[in-house]
Nanobody, 122 residues
């Protein structure tokens, strides 16, 4: 599976963004998907995850209530809608695919996209 993240940009605090992650291959619907982010000088951290069916989701406390992860298996795409963005959301955002259930652990995910940069100005 090859993953291509997009949708990042420079926005102001309070704005919204929708990140997309397009996957190649016909087996996308069998993968659980996650979004992670990495700010400069910090470790990569979990943001959100969705099961292969879309029936289960999980969110980091830092984005819960402000973000929604979803997927369209017909389009081989997973989305992360982020609202009420804060300067602390500034990071490179990565999508990842795995088959061990939705997880907050980076080690569970087998495939990673290249990242899309989100910058939130105050």
């Amino acid at each position: 599976v090859q993953l291509q993240a997009s949708g990042g940009g420079l926005v102001q605090a309070g704005d919204s963004l929708r990140l997309s992650c397009a996957a190649s291959g016909r087996t996308f619907s069998t993968y659980d998907m996650g979004w992670f982010r990495q700010a400069p000088g910090k470790e990569r951290e979990f943001v959100a995850a969705i099961s292969w069916s879309g029936g289960s989701t999980d969110y980091a406390d830092s984005v819960k209530g402000r973000s929604t992860i979803s997927r369209d298996n017909a389009k081989n795409t997973v989305y992360l809608q982020m609202n009420s963005l804060k300067p602390e959301d500034t990071a490179d955002y990565y999508c990842a695919a795995g088959r061990s259930g939705i997880s907050r652990s980076l080690r569970v995910y087998m495939y990673w996209g290249q990242g899309t940069q989100v910058t939130v100005s105050s």
